[in-house]
């Protein structure tokens, strides 16, 4: 113990990647060695004429375990913070989507689907939501307090699926009213083009009364933009 090597030990238990089960059950071996420590080696001891004094010794090695079981869980308060912050961004990807503003109808339709999605999405968040919690938990049972950052963390990563339900809601409210919109302008253009399309329609029927011969460069003018028209 006392040649143990704190980075080497740290580093071997994150490439192990424990559970929580298991850094509880390497937390609590710690905690009983540290007892054991405590409870074997006295604070004094009489050899023959010899008093030794084993505070010294005794207060290293405990504090060592105690360093040992603090790390371990400093080690999982920041895994925890880690798959908490890729739970959010994948949330703010959603987010993100959400708030984008159908430009034609074909975008609302589109938007429609993708909200259609979004339960699985949710849910699986959910799920990995659940777990984090649940190991936090456990650092609270050892009364590790958090810092702050990983305070919010926590809980905003929390809140975000009650954030997105909300939001969703709030992007159906706006889709209806864009679909509205987009159908009221496609209204307006079919209507448009149809009193366009009967406009051309008379000055196409009104070239069968030219006869004039003189007037044949400006009909062809007349023909020309007509047809320009037709293409549009």
């Known amino acids: 113990l006392a040649e143990l090597n704190m980075a080497d030990y740290l580093k071997e238990i994150m490439e192990k990647d424990m559970s929580a089960y ?13 007892e054991q420590l405590e409870a074997d080696i006295p604070n004094s001891i009489v050899i023959g004429p010899f008093w030794i004094n084993c505070d010294t010794v005794r207060n ?3 504090k060592k375990r105690r360093e040992l079981a603090k790390a371990v869980l400093e080690l999982l308060a920041k895994k925890l913070r880690t798959q ?16 984008d503003r159908p430009n034609a109808i074909e ?12 339960p699985d999405t949710i ?3 959910q799920q990995k939501i659940d777990k984090v919690m649940s190991d936090y938990e456990l ?5 590790y307090n958090l810092s702050t950052d990983d305070f919010n ?18 992007t159906n409210e706006n889709l209806t009213q864009d679909e509205e ?10 209507a448009n083009f149809e009193d366009k399309m009967d406009s051309l329609q008379m000055t196409v029927a009104g070239f069968s009364g030219h006869s004039d011969i003189n007037k044949a460069l400006e009909i062809s003018l007349d023909v020309k933009r007509i047809s320009n028209q037709l293409k549009e």
Do not use: G
Request: proline share 1%.
């Open 153 to 170: 963390a926590k809980w905003t990563c929390f809140a975000w699926p009650a954030k997105i339900d909300e939001l969703i809601e709030r």
């Open 139 to 143: 650092l609270e049972d050892f009364f």
């Open 123 to 125: 849910a699986l968040n």
């Open 22 to 34: 298991d850094v509880k059950r390497e937390i609590e071996m710690h905690q009983r060695q540290k």
């Open 107 to 118: 975008d609302a339709a589109e938007m429609r689907e993708y909200i259609k999605s979004l």
């Open 84 to 99: 908490t912050e890729e739970i959010c961004d994948d949330f703010q990807v959603v987010s993100r989507k959400l708030f």
């Open 181 to 190: 919109r987009f159908s009221k302008i496609l209204s307006s253009d079919q």
């Open 60 to 62: 290293f090695l405990v």
